[in-house]
């Protein structure tokens, strides 16, 4: 069973550019989380999304948005980028969705820089 | 809110020693999740504990749960250098969102 994949690994953006980042959950999957790691705040939640559905977002600004497709695959998108926006960017999947005993399968994220 | 306290945030030690790290929360949580994540990674679910005082073993690792249900601790018996990582907890409230403690960083030297 292929686990989560998140492309790109590795982004490189100028301020004030935006960025789409892309997660593929295990299959059959319908709950896909999103969350920032840095090393000073750890992981923080973004939003979580099940079956195309966004059900909890966290306290992060307007500029950081995603979406779910029917096949569940999710995006994220983070416009006007800003120097505190580096970060590794990582997304789990879940069967019965965030916050419950079903384990979350994470993906090796996206390190993005912002220069 | 919630407060979520892990510590230590930082633990280097010795291939062969023992330890144990705590999570600590101001809130009562109906179970929790112990992930770890490994350079480069990903984190990955260790355990679920979802019983108050339960006690779980994975190889030489221990898991307990308190009695509360507002902290749970791990021990590692004779750690090893493959045992390095962040450890993460993560209290299970619902709210279809899993939130998780700063973590400890540990470090096993050869």
């Known amino acids: 069973k292929a686990g989560v994949t998140q492309t790109p690994r590795y982004l490189i953006k100028t301020r004030g550019q935006q960025v789409t980042l892309s997660c593929s959950p295990i299959?059959?999957?319908?709950?896909v989380s999103w969350y920032q790691q840095t090393p000073g705040q750890g992981l923080q939640f973004l939003f979580e999304y099940f079956s195309e559905t966004q059900r909890n977002k966290g306290n992060f600004p307007g500029r950081f948005s995603g979406r779910q497709f029917s096949n569940s695959r999710s995006e994220m998108n983070v416009s006007t980028l800003e120097l505190g926006d580096s970060a590794l960017y990582l997304c789990?999947?879940?069967?019965?969705?965030?916050?419950?005993?079903?384990?979350?399968?994470f993906g090796n994220g996206t390190r993005l820089t912002v220069t | 809110t919630q407060l979520l306290e892990q510590s230590p945030q930082f633990l280097s030690i010795q291939e062969g020693e023992n330890l144990t790290v705590y999570c600590n929360s101001s809130s009562v949580f109906s179970s929790l999740q112990w992930y770890r994540q490994e350079p480069g990674e990903g984190p990955v679910l260790l355990v679920t504990?979802?019983?108050?005082?339960e006690v779980k073993k994975l190889k030489r690792l221990t898991f307990q749960f308190g009695d509360a249900r507002k902290d749970s601790s791990l021990h590692i018996t004779a750690a090893q250098p493959g045992d390095t990582g962040l450890y993460l907890c993560?209290?299970?409230?619902?709210?279809?969102?899993?939130?998780f403690g700063q973590g400890t960083r540990l470090t096993i030297n050869p």
């Open positions: 789990a999947s879940s069967s019965t969705g965030a916050g419950t005993n079903s384990p979350l399968h």
């Open positions: 299959s059959g999957h319908r709950s």
């Open positions: 993560a209290p299970i409230q619902g709210a279809q969102k899993l939130v």
């Open positions: 504990v979802v019983t108050g005082g």
